[in-house]
Protein backbone atom coordinates (compact mmCIF):
# COMPACT_ATOMS: atom_id res chain seq x y z
CA UNK A 1 0.00 0.00 0.00
CA UNK A 2 1.36 3.26 -0.96
CA UNK A 3 0.74 6.45 1.39
CA UNK A 4 0.82 10.25 1.56
CA UNK A 5 1.22 12.49 4.01
CA UNK A 6 0.44 16.09 3.81
CA UNK A 7 2.35 18.41 6.14
CA UNK A 8 0.19 21.42 7.29
CA UNK A 9 0.89 25.49 6.50
CA UNK A 10 -1.60 27.76 4.98
CA UNK A 11 -1.59 29.49 2.45
CA UNK A 12 1.69 27.15 1.56
CA UNK A 13 -0.98 24.66 0.93
CA UNK A 14 -0.93 25.42 -2.71
CA UNK A 15 2.49 23.95 -3.05
CA UNK A 16 0.86 20.50 -2.64
CA UNK A 17 -1.82 20.85 -5.00
CA UNK A 18 0.36 21.57 -7.57
CA UNK A 19 2.36 18.22 -6.62
CA UNK A 20 -1.43 16.56 -6.88
CA UNK A 21 -1.28 17.64 -10.59
CA UNK A 22 1.70 15.91 -11.00
CA UNK A 23 0.62 12.88 -9.45
CA UNK A 24 -1.96 12.78 -11.94
CA UNK A 25 0.59 12.97 -14.70
CA UNK A 26 2.87 10.39 -12.89
CA UNK A 27 -0.40 8.00 -12.61
CA UNK A 28 0.51 7.63 -9.66
CA UNK A 29 -2.43 6.79 -6.77
CA UNK A 30 -2.28 6.65 -3.44
CA UNK A 31 -4.06 3.86 -1.13
CA UNK A 32 -4.11 6.24 1.90
CA UNK A 33 -4.16 9.94 2.87
CA UNK A 34 -3.34 11.73 5.86
CA UNK A 35 -2.89 15.06 6.76
CA UNK A 36 -2.98 18.65 9.09
CA UNK A 37 -4.64 21.34 9.08
CA UNK A 38 -4.60 22.20 4.98
CA UNK A 39 -2.82 19.25 4.53
CA UNK A 40 -6.38 17.33 5.98
CA UNK A 41 -8.38 19.85 3.84
CA UNK A 42 -6.32 19.10 0.44
CA UNK A 43 -6.31 15.81 1.46
CA UNK A 44 -9.99 15.21 1.76
CA UNK A 45 -10.68 17.21 -1.82
CA UNK A 46 -8.02 14.33 -2.94
CA UNK A 47 -10.10 12.03 -1.11
CA UNK A 48 -13.41 13.19 -2.92
CA UNK A 49 -11.21 13.02 -6.23
CA UNK A 50 -12.63 17.34 -6.39
CA UNK A 51 -9.59 17.67 -8.35
CA UNK A 52 -11.51 20.89 -10.71
CA UNK A 53 -13.20 22.49 -7.54
CA UNK A 54 -9.37 22.27 -5.76
CA UNK A 55 -8.11 23.96 -8.83
CA UNK A 56 -10.51 26.34 -8.44
CA UNK A 57 -9.69 27.37 -4.90
CA UNK A 58 -5.97 27.69 -5.35
CA UNK A 59 -6.45 29.19 -8.90
CA UNK A 60 -8.64 31.64 -7.57
CA UNK A 61 -7.07 32.22 -4.06
CA UNK A 62 -7.99 35.81 -2.45
CA UNK A 63 -7.99 36.78 1.36
CA UNK A 64 -11.53 37.59 1.31
CA UNK A 65 -12.34 34.07 0.30
CA UNK A 66 -10.77 33.10 3.68
CA UNK A 67 -10.83 35.94 6.17
CA UNK A 68 -13.06 38.66 7.10
CA UNK A 69 -10.43 41.21 6.99
CA UNK A 70 -10.09 44.64 5.67
CA UNK A 71 -8.62 44.55 2.50
CA UNK A 72 -6.69 47.70 3.19
CA UNK A 73 -5.40 46.24 6.26
CA UNK A 74 -4.58 42.60 4.84
CA UNK A 75 -2.24 44.39 2.49
CA UNK A 76 -0.38 46.61 5.32
CA UNK A 77 -0.26 43.63 7.58
CA UNK A 78 1.40 41.83 4.32
CA UNK A 79 4.08 44.46 3.82
CA UNK A 80 7.03 45.52 5.86
CA UNK A 81 5.68 48.33 7.43
CA UNK A 82 3.21 50.78 8.60
CA UNK A 83 2.33 54.66 7.53
CA UNK A 84 1.19 57.45 9.71
CA UNK A 85 -2.29 57.58 7.94
CA UNK A 86 -2.87 54.33 7.95
CA UNK A 87 -2.87 53.74 11.93
CA UNK A 88 -6.50 54.82 12.88
CA UNK A 89 -7.57 52.11 10.41
CA UNK A 90 -5.00 49.51 11.84
CA UNK A 91 -6.41 50.75 15.80
CA UNK A 92 -9.91 50.11 14.46
CA UNK A 93 -9.76 46.36 13.24
CA UNK A 94 -7.26 45.72 16.32
CA UNK A 95 -10.59 46.47 18.40
CA UNK A 96 -12.60 44.82 16.79
CA UNK A 97 -9.75 42.01 16.78
CA UNK A 98 -9.86 42.04 20.46
CA UNK A 99 -13.26 42.18 20.78
CA UNK A 100 -14.25 39.20 18.65
CA UNK A 101 -11.09 37.67 20.01
CA UNK A 102 -9.18 36.36 16.47
CA UNK A 103 -9.03 36.74 13.19
CA UNK A 104 -12.63 36.08 11.82
CA UNK A 105 -12.37 33.05 9.14
CA UNK A 106 -16.36 33.01 8.63
CA UNK A 107 -15.49 32.89 4.25
CA UNK A 108 -12.91 29.57 4.98
CA UNK A 109 -15.54 27.97 7.15
CA UNK A 110 -18.06 28.52 4.56
CA UNK A 111 -15.87 27.45 1.67
CA UNK A 112 -14.99 23.90 3.73
CA UNK A 113 -18.64 23.18 4.43
CA UNK A 114 -19.55 23.63 0.58
CA UNK A 115 -16.85 21.56 -0.59
CA UNK A 116 -16.98 18.37 2.25
CA UNK A 117 -19.01 15.54 0.73
CA UNK A 118 -18.93 13.23 3.67
CA UNK A 119 -20.92 10.64 2.30
CA UNK A 120 -18.15 10.38 -0.56
CA UNK A 121 -15.06 10.55 2.55
CA UNK A 122 -16.59 7.50 4.43
CA UNK A 123 -17.54 5.78 0.83
CA UNK A 124 -14.24 5.67 -0.59
CA UNK A 125 -12.14 2.89 -0.29
CA UNK A 126 -9.46 4.91 0.85
CA UNK A 127 -7.77 5.29 4.56
CA UNK A 128 -8.13 8.86 5.62
CA UNK A 129 -7.08 10.75 8.52
CA UNK A 130 -6.22 13.92 9.75
CA UNK A 131 -5.10 15.36 13.47
CA UNK A 132 -6.59 18.39 15.38
CA UNK A 133 -6.15 19.31 19.57
CA UNK A 134 -8.80 19.67 21.80
CA UNK A 135 -7.90 22.34 24.21
CA UNK A 136 -11.66 21.41 26.09
CA UNK A 137 -9.87 17.99 26.92
CA UNK A 138 -6.39 18.99 27.15
CA UNK A 139 -5.11 16.15 24.59
CA UNK A 140 -4.73 15.48 20.62
CA UNK A 141 -6.70 13.62 17.99
CA UNK A 142 -5.69 11.56 15.60
CA UNK A 143 -8.72 10.34 13.80
CA UNK A 144 -9.39 8.59 10.86
CA UNK A 145 -12.71 9.11 9.28
CA UNK A 146 -14.36 6.33 10.62
CA UNK A 147 -13.76 7.94 14.16
CA UNK A 148 -15.64 10.79 13.33
CA UNK A 149 -19.07 11.38 13.89
CA UNK A 150 -21.51 11.00 12.08
CA UNK A 151 -22.31 14.80 9.84
CA UNK A 152 -19.44 16.05 11.66
CA UNK A 153 -16.57 15.78 9.11
CA UNK A 154 -16.50 19.00 7.98
CA UNK A 155 -16.79 20.44 11.51
CA UNK A 156 -13.57 18.17 12.45
CA UNK A 157 -11.31 19.24 9.06
CA UNK A 158 -12.19 23.29 10.46
CA UNK A 159 -10.84 21.84 13.62
CA UNK A 160 -7.72 20.79 12.21
CA UNK A 161 -7.00 24.04 10.81
CA UNK A 162 -7.76 26.30 13.87
CA UNK A 163 -5.00 28.77 14.43
CA UNK A 164 -4.74 30.69 17.66
CA UNK A 165 -5.25 33.92 15.95
CA UNK A 166 -8.25 32.64 14.51
CA UNK A 167 -11.58 33.18 16.34
CA UNK A 168 -12.90 29.72 17.52
CA UNK A 169 -16.11 27.91 16.92
CA UNK A 170 -17.06 25.21 19.12
CA UNK A 171 -18.03 21.79 18.35
CA UNK A 172 -20.51 20.04 20.52
CA UNK A 173 -19.30 22.53 23.28
CA UNK A 174 -15.70 22.01 22.86
CA UNK A 175 -12.79 24.31 21.74
CA UNK A 176 -10.21 22.85 19.25
CA UNK A 177 -6.94 23.89 18.25
CA UNK A 178 -5.00 23.41 15.01
CA UNK A 179 -3.10 20.19 14.59
CA UNK A 180 0.41 21.49 13.71
CA UNK A 181 0.75 21.96 17.51
CA UNK A 182 0.80 18.63 17.95
CA UNK A 183 1.49 16.49 14.47
CA UNK A 184 1.97 18.55 11.09
CA UNK A 185 2.78 15.16 9.48
CA UNK A 186 1.27 12.26 10.25
CA UNK A 187 3.30 10.00 8.82
CA UNK A 188 3.00 7.71 11.52
CA UNK A 189 -0.85 7.38 11.20
CA UNK A 190 -0.40 5.57 8.08
CA UNK A 191 2.38 3.37 9.25
CA UNK A 192 -0.21 2.69 12.21
CA UNK A 193 -2.22 1.32 9.49
CA UNK A 194 -0.06 -1.18 7.56
CA UNK A 195 1.90 1.48 5.15
CA UNK A 196 5.18 0.72 4.47
CA UNK A 197 5.66 3.25 1.37
CA UNK A 198 4.63 6.68 2.12
CA UNK A 199 5.05 9.79 -0.03
CA UNK A 200 5.36 13.19 2.45
CA UNK A 201 4.71 16.62 1.10
CA UNK A 202 6.51 19.12 2.71
CA UNK A 203 5.73 22.64 4.13
CA UNK A 204 8.35 23.55 5.90
CA UNK A 205 6.40 24.93 8.63
CA UNK A 206 7.11 25.49 12.24
CA UNK A 207 4.55 23.10 13.66
CA UNK A 208 5.58 19.78 15.28
CA UNK A 209 6.51 16.56 13.32
CA UNK A 210 6.50 13.50 15.51
CA UNK A 211 9.65 11.18 14.31
CA UNK A 212 9.35 8.18 11.95
CA UNK A 213 12.34 6.01 12.96
CA UNK A 214 10.58 2.54 11.63
CA UNK A 215 13.54 0.63 9.99
CA UNK A 216 10.66 -1.50 7.81
CA UNK A 217 9.01 2.36 6.33
CA UNK A 218 10.11 3.64 3.34
CA UNK A 219 9.74 7.73 2.70
CA UNK A 220 9.97 10.06 -0.33
CA UNK A 221 9.70 13.57 0.91
CA UNK A 222 8.90 16.49 -1.61
CA UNK A 223 9.52 19.27 -0.29
CA UNK A 224 10.28 23.26 -1.38
CA UNK A 225 14.24 24.26 -1.86
CA UNK A 226 12.05 28.13 -2.64
CA UNK A 227 10.78 30.15 0.19
CA UNK A 228 6.52 29.34 0.05
CA UNK A 229 5.99 32.80 1.75
CA UNK A 230 4.04 33.38 4.88
CA UNK A 231 1.24 31.21 6.12
CA UNK A 232 -1.31 34.06 5.84
CA UNK A 233 -0.24 35.05 2.30
CA UNK A 234 -2.92 34.58 0.22
CA UNK A 235 -2.09 36.48 -3.06
CA UNK A 236 -2.77 34.71 -6.19
CA UNK A 237 0.80 35.09 -7.40
CA UNK A 238 2.05 33.32 -4.45
CA UNK A 239 -0.48 31.18 -5.04
CA UNK A 240 0.55 30.33 -8.53
CA UNK A 241 4.38 30.29 -7.60
CA UNK A 242 3.88 27.91 -5.19
CA UNK A 243 1.79 25.57 -7.48
CA UNK A 244 4.27 25.58 -10.12
CA UNK A 245 6.97 24.74 -7.75
CA UNK A 246 5.41 21.80 -6.17
CA UNK A 247 4.43 19.94 -9.81
CA UNK A 248 8.18 20.78 -10.69
CA UNK A 249 9.68 19.61 -7.48
CA UNK A 250 7.27 16.28 -7.56
CA UNK A 251 8.32 15.26 -11.18
CA UNK A 252 11.87 15.87 -10.29
CA UNK A 253 11.64 13.24 -7.74
CA UNK A 254 9.98 10.70 -9.37
CA UNK A 255 11.56 11.36 -13.05
CA UNK A 256 15.17 11.87 -11.24
CA UNK A 257 15.87 15.22 -12.77
CA UNK A 258 19.17 17.25 -11.43
CA UNK A 259 20.25 20.32 -9.78
CA UNK A 260 19.38 21.70 -6.98
CA UNK A 261 16.69 24.93 -7.60
CA UNK A 262 16.32 24.02 -11.73
CA UNK A 263 15.50 21.16 -13.32
CA UNK A 264 17.88 18.81 -15.69
CA UNK A 265 17.34 15.62 -17.18
CA UNK A 266 21.24 15.37 -17.55
CA UNK A 267 23.81 15.66 -14.95
CA UNK A 268 27.13 17.09 -15.10
CA UNK A 269 30.37 13.70 -14.52
CA UNK A 270 32.69 14.63 -12.08
CA UNK A 271 35.43 14.66 -15.13
CA UNK A 272 33.67 17.12 -17.24
CA UNK A 273 33.23 19.30 -13.78
CA UNK A 274 36.72 19.07 -12.24
CA UNK A 275 38.23 19.72 -16.35
CA UNK A 276 35.63 22.68 -15.90
CA UNK A 277 37.48 24.25 -12.95
CA UNK A 278 40.86 23.25 -14.14
CA UNK A 279 40.60 24.86 -17.63
CA UNK A 280 40.19 28.52 -15.91
CA UNK A 281 43.06 30.32 -17.31
CA UNK A 282 45.32 32.35 -15.46
CA UNK A 283 43.88 35.38 -16.18
CA UNK A 284 40.54 34.30 -14.76
CA UNK A 285 42.58 31.95 -11.85
CA UNK A 286 44.01 35.44 -10.46
CA UNK A 287 40.73 37.03 -9.99
CA UNK A 288 38.79 34.23 -8.57
CA UNK A 289 42.33 33.54 -6.22
CA UNK A 290 42.12 37.15 -5.11
CA UNK A 291 38.40 37.13 -4.55
CA UNK A 292 38.50 33.97 -2.43
CA UNK A 293 42.01 34.50 -1.19
CA UNK A 294 43.23 31.33 -2.46
CA UNK A 295 47.50 30.60 -2.37
CA UNK A 296 49.54 32.08 -5.18
CA UNK A 297 52.16 29.53 -4.40
CA UNK A 298 50.64 26.41 -5.53
CA UNK A 299 50.69 24.57 -8.75
CA UNK A 300 47.54 25.17 -10.25
CA UNK A 301 46.11 21.40 -10.41
CA UNK A 302 46.74 21.29 -6.44
CA UNK A 303 45.15 24.99 -5.75
CA UNK A 304 42.03 23.86 -7.56
CA UNK A 305 41.74 20.55 -5.92
CA UNK A 306 43.00 21.81 -2.15
CA UNK A 307 41.53 25.25 -2.45
CA UNK A 308 39.49 26.00 -5.00
CA UNK A 309 37.08 23.52 -4.39
CA UNK A 310 36.63 23.65 -0.34
CA UNK A 311 35.72 27.03 -1.10
CA UNK A 312 33.35 27.13 -3.70
CA UNK A 313 32.13 24.10 -1.17
CA UNK A 314 31.51 26.95 1.49
CA UNK A 315 30.66 29.88 -0.61
CA UNK A 316 27.67 27.75 -2.51
CA UNK A 317 26.26 26.40 0.77
CA UNK A 318 27.25 22.29 -0.60
CA UNK A 319 27.67 19.64 1.91
CA UNK A 320 31.23 18.32 2.09
CA UNK A 321 31.08 14.99 -0.33
CA UNK A 322 29.17 16.95 -3.07
CA UNK A 323 30.73 16.01 -6.17
CA UNK A 324 32.45 17.44 -8.37
CA UNK A 325 29.85 17.51 -11.63
CA UNK A 326 27.08 18.50 -8.93
CA UNK A 327 29.69 20.95 -7.44
CA UNK A 328 29.84 22.75 -11.01
CA UNK A 329 26.27 22.46 -11.56
CA UNK A 330 25.39 24.53 -8.47
CA UNK A 331 27.57 26.99 -9.73
CA UNK A 332 25.77 27.13 -12.90
CA UNK A 333 22.42 27.11 -11.16
CA UNK A 334 23.38 30.16 -9.25
CA UNK A 335 25.10 31.77 -12.17
CA UNK A 336 21.74 31.07 -14.31
CA UNK A 337 19.33 32.50 -10.80
CA UNK A 338 21.44 35.59 -10.99
CA UNK A 339 20.76 35.71 -14.80
CA UNK A 340 17.50 35.43 -14.32
CA UNK A 341 16.60 32.10 -16.20
CA UNK A 342 13.20 30.48 -16.47
CA UNK A 343 13.24 28.29 -12.91
CA UNK A 344 10.09 26.80 -14.47
CA UNK A 345 10.93 24.54 -17.49
CA UNK A 346 12.97 21.08 -17.61
CA UNK A 347 15.96 21.28 -19.45
CA UNK A 348 18.59 19.54 -21.25
CA UNK A 349 22.24 20.15 -20.07
CA UNK A 350 23.17 21.91 -23.09
CA UNK A 351 19.85 23.62 -23.30
CA UNK A 352 20.65 24.98 -19.92
CA UNK A 353 23.78 25.84 -20.53
CA UNK A 354 23.16 28.10 -23.46
CA UNK A 355 20.59 29.86 -22.15
CA UNK A 356 23.22 30.56 -19.04
CA UNK A 357 25.52 31.95 -22.00
CA UNK A 358 22.46 34.07 -23.96
CA UNK A 359 23.09 36.42 -21.24
CA UNK A 360 26.34 38.55 -20.61
CA UNK A 361 27.46 41.22 -17.44
CA UNK A 362 29.73 44.01 -17.78
CA UNK A 363 32.75 43.09 -15.75
CA UNK A 364 33.21 45.75 -12.69
CA UNK A 365 37.19 47.47 -13.36
CA UNK A 366 38.45 46.31 -9.86
CA UNK A 367 37.35 44.05 -7.05
CA UNK A 368 36.83 45.74 -3.69
CA UNK A 369 39.23 45.45 -0.97
CA UNK A 370 36.60 44.05 0.80
CA UNK A 371 36.43 40.66 -0.57
CA UNK A 372 40.07 39.81 -1.29
CA UNK A 373 41.74 37.64 1.55
CA UNK A 374 40.60 35.82 4.32
CA UNK A 375 38.02 32.74 4.81
CA UNK A 376 36.69 35.23 7.90
CA UNK A 377 35.28 37.50 5.19
CA UNK A 378 33.88 34.71 3.02
CA UNK A 379 31.93 33.82 5.50
CA UNK A 380 30.21 36.95 6.48
CA UNK A 381 29.82 38.56 2.90
CA UNK A 382 29.14 34.85 0.83
CA UNK A 383 25.98 36.64 -1.47
CA UNK A 384 27.94 39.56 -2.57
CA UNK A 385 31.34 37.48 -3.35
CA UNK A 386 29.18 35.05 -5.31
CA UNK A 387 27.60 37.76 -7.07
CA UNK A 388 31.62 38.99 -8.02
CA UNK A 389 32.51 35.63 -8.72
CA UNK A 390 30.17 34.98 -11.06
CA UNK A 391 31.00 38.37 -12.53
CA UNK A 392 34.48 37.19 -13.08
CA UNK A 393 33.08 33.84 -15.20
CA UNK A 394 30.86 35.47 -17.22
CA UNK A 395 33.06 37.80 -18.41
CA UNK A 396 36.13 35.54 -18.82
CA UNK A 397 38.12 35.16 -22.22
CA UNK A 398 37.21 31.30 -21.23
CA UNK A 399 33.42 32.03 -20.85
CA UNK A 400 33.34 29.57 -23.95
CA UNK A 401 34.37 26.85 -21.78
CA UNK A 402 31.11 26.55 -20.54
CA UNK A 403 29.82 26.45 -24.39
CA UNK A 404 32.05 23.29 -24.60
CA UNK A 405 29.87 21.01 -22.00
CA UNK A 406 26.93 22.73 -24.26
CA UNK A 407 28.34 20.84 -27.77
Excluded at 170 to 196: A, C, E, H, S, V
Excluded at 267 to 290: A, N, V
Aim: proline share 3%; aromatic share 10%; with cysteine.
Amino acid sequence: MLGLSLEGGGAKGAYQFGAWKAFRELGMEFDGITGTSIGALNGALMIQEDYEKAYEIWQEIAPEKILNIDSKLYNMLMETGIKPDQIQLVLEQAQRFIKDVGLDVGPLVKMIRETTKEEVIRKSKKDFGFVTVSLTDLKPLELFKEEVPRGKMADYLLASSYLPIFKPEKIDGKTFLDGGFYNNLPINMLYQKGYKKVVAVRLMSKGRIKKVNFKDLEVTYIQPKHDLGNILDLSKEKAGFNIKLGYYDTLKVFRKYHGENYYLREEIKDLEGIKYLQDLKGETMEKIGSLLGLSRDLPKNRLVLEELVPKLIQLLGCRKEVSYGELVLKLFEEIAAHEKVELFKIYGLQEFIREINRRELPMEKSTSILFQSSALLLRFNKDKILEKLIKIILTSEEHITLKKLSN
